[in-house]
């Protein structure tokens, strides 16, 4: 166990011999900034394009994020196509009370992830935060498979969200072959991303007040709805309650159709832990951060767990229309949010939801552009990845990692040919599970963490910001993930349709598995690295250098409040 020194009033330990230096230089960083000329700062001329100097540090990228950013994300960025598009196949497979178990499922999973996220991200603000962690508290080679694994995850969205935008605006005129419209957004994503990470919070900022506004709007309708307030003729003109849960039932397609709901929770939840990747653009994370992880309970309690138990009391699970087609995410006619509208008659409420899903949709491109980009800059920075990567520009922007998750945009163009949807099926095979096993790391990076942060003499008082749920939390979101892991397994091997699989119908459920274990073996053999061992994990290199005086006046006020207040503060403030 090592001694303690005092430095800066933070307590350190000495460097260990020969431990990966993982730095921090933000105050450097907005100085760099603040030297360039408007346009060059903004990535509004070509100098702008130019290496910056100091690039062979990930931490080169912008940090222009305020608060409002960070908090919005959290509430609302990553909500899109699986929340309002994918819910309707969810509830046809499993019936309204799978999904409104499944769904709690995933989200209590989440709470307890975002919150160790959160914990790691204010000591160590690293961008590319995921893979750094891993490979910093679990294994080297792990953390180069859960890098690319990240990489490759919003690689492939992009071309599903650009598709879903396509299909969406033939919702109003089919004349205009979708084609156009994918170069339209292709180019639009590509344009907010010009801008850098002012350009991705802003849009993120906007977007999600404009989504959670809908869902509200929406749920206040839904009650009025289930209380038979609809308009004479509609199907909504009588109170119906949980009629809909007697007939045709709470559930569908018995464990099966449990089991298969996961998958489609765990994508409409994707996204969620991009708030830890931002934190390391934002111009003061230590203040910021915490708030904005807070806010991640609101959104899984108020909007998607309330806003999907309105789904299930108003839309019947055996509604065909729910079934979308041959494939129900790129089907905005399956959208649950968009049936409501049309069965309640209320004229002009499906195109207004239409707008919200081409909102939302177009949002998931612009944050899978920029999640990443980020990622596979650090996995670049840390010899993961070719060094073409590592290029920051004098705006920093992560320009040639923006143009390589950019250049699979033009993927979502198979879907005009007569296979593209057995080619979205494979997209969706490495997508849908791909943020489980991002999940499951940060939970076991935060385990481990901890573990080796008391090993080494620290105590909890040395942390700023704790995981609401501790170390425990951690070790449910663990299981629970693992559990929907072997659910997806069933499922893969026993389809809801009835009967086993066949080799094509497993690998489309569960491809993502061997995808993540063929990372893992080559990460090995790449740098001939194993798990690290307690004692080997670098819990002081890199840490930020805190506000402690502040932090100290925060807990003593936070102790004198009545326990009601502590537990209200410490969870939601």
């Known amino acids: 166990m090592s001694s303690l020194e005092e430095k800066g009033g933070l307590p350190v330990t000495p460097e260990k011999e020969a431990a990966p230096q993982f730095t921090h230089s933000g105050d450097a960083i907005n100085t760099h900034r603040e030297t360039e000329d408007f346009w060059t700062r903004n990535g509004l001329n070509l100098k702008s394009f130019q290496r910056r100097g100091d690039s062979a540090s990930v931490e080169s990228l912008d940090r222009t994020m305020k608060t409002r950013h960070l908090h919005m994300i959290a509430i609302g960025g990553s909500i899109g196509a699986g929340f309002f598009v994918g819910s309707g196949k969810a509830l046809a497979t499993g019936g309204p009370a799978t999904l409104l178990i499944d769904f709690s499922i995933i989200g209590i999973m989440m709470f307890n992830t975002v919150y160790a996220l959160g914990e790691l991200a204010v000591m160590f603000p690293v961008s590319g935060g995921f893979y750094t962690y891993s490979t910093r508290f679990i294994d080297p080679s792990w953390g180069f498979a859960m890098g690319w694994n990240y990489v490759m995850q919003w690689a492939v969205v992009l071309p599903l969200e650009l ?31 010009v801008f850098g990470t002012l350009g991705y919070a802003e849009e993120e900022f906007w977007s999600s007040i404009l989504k959670l506004g809908a869902t509200v709007v929406f749920m206040v309708i839904a009650v009025v709805l289930v209380c038979g307030g609809g308009p004479e003729g509609s199907a909504y003109d009588e109170y119906s309650g949980g009629k809909l ?39 003061n994370p230590v203040k910021s951060l915490p708030g904005a992880i807070k806010q991640v309970f609101w959104r899984i309690t108020l909007f998607y767990i309330l806003g999907l138990t309105f789904i299930g009391l108003l839309i019947r699970h055996d509604d065909d229309r729910l079934l979308g087609g041959d494939n129900p995410y790129i089907n905005v006619d399956a959208s649950p949010f968009v049936l409501v509208g049309l069965d309640a008659k209320l004229y002009g409420y499906d195109s207004f939801m239409n707008v ?51 250049a699979f945009g033009p993927l979502a163009y198979v879907n005009l040919s007569t296979s593209g949807v057995v080619v979205f099926d494979w997209l969706l095979a490495l997508s849908g599970l791909a943020a489980l096993f991002t999940w499951g790391s940060i939970c076991l990076a935060h385990i481990r963490f901890r573990k080796a942060w008391a090993r080494q003499g620290h105590t909890l008082d040395e942390i700023p910001f704790k995981a609401a749920g501790g170390v425990y939390g951690s070790y449910l979101g663990l299981i629970l993930i693992v559990l929907v892991l072997l659910a997806q397994l069933f499922v893969a091997i026993c389809p809801v349709d009835g009967g086993f699989n066949d080799a094509e119908g497993f690998f489309k459920s569960y491809l993502a598995l ?50 009601w207040r502590r537990v209200l503060y410490t969870l939601f403030v």
């Open 514 to 563: 061997p995808v993540v274990i063929v990372f893992w073996i080559g990460g090995f053999f790449w740098k001939r690295t194993g798990w690290l061992r307690t004692d080997q994990i670098d819990v002081d290199s890199g840490r930020r250098e805190l506000p402690w005086d502040e932090i100290n006046e925060y807990r003593a006020k936070l102790a004198q409040m009545p326990a």
């Open 245 to 283: 849960w007697q007939d045709p039932g709470a559930f569908a397609n018995g464990f099966r159709g449990f089991c298969s709901v996961f998958v489609t929770a765990a994508f409409s939840f994707s996204g969620t832990e991009l708030v830890g990747l931002a934190a390391a653009e934002a111009r």
């Open 356 to 406: 919200i899903i081409l909102v939302s949709v177009l949002s998931i491109g612009v944050s899978s552009v920029y999640g990443g980009s980020r990622t596979l800059t650090a996995l670049s920075q840390q010899g993961y990845a070719p060094k073409i990567f590592s290029y920051i520009d004098r705006s920093g922007r992560p320009l040639m990692s923006v143009l390589f998750i950019c």
């Open 163 to 193: 598709t879903v935008c396509g299909i969406t605006i033939q919702y109003w005129t089919k004349e205009i072959n979708v084609a156009v419209w994918i170069t339209v957004f292709l180019v639009a994503i590509v344009f907010v991303n």
